[in-house]
Structures are given as C-alpha cells and as structure tokens.
C-alpha cells in the first residue's frame, strides 16, 4: 500500500506518493449540491 499526501490548492489537489513523486491531480468540482471528482494520473484521466 502506497502513502498518498494531498495538498490543498484551491478545489485542486496535488497526488504525491510517500517518496515525493508526483502521481497526478484530484480536482473537486461543486455542482449545486453534487460533488464531482477528476482524478487525472500522469496524463490518463479517471472520473468518479
């Protein structure tokens, strides 16, 4: 199991594992009163 740190920048997030590498992005998009996540890794794109 990998550590993933989040850092807070606005309604995006920076992925890194727990060696500092850079994994991908998890935006957080507000729709009303649904919530959106897009998590973007190293160019492919993943949607939940």
């Known amino acids: ?3 993933i ?7 995006k997030y920076k992925l890194e594992g727990d060696d500092g590498t850079y994994l991908g992005e998890l935006t957080i998009i507000w729709e ?7 998590i ?4 492919a ?4």
């Open 1 to 3: 199991m990998r550590t």
């Open 32 to 38: 009303g009163d649904i919530c959106r996540i897009d």
């Open 5 to 11: 740190k989040v850092k807070l920048d606005s309604s």
């Open 45 to 48: 794109a993943l949607s939940e």
């Open 40 to 43: 973007s890794r190293k160019g």
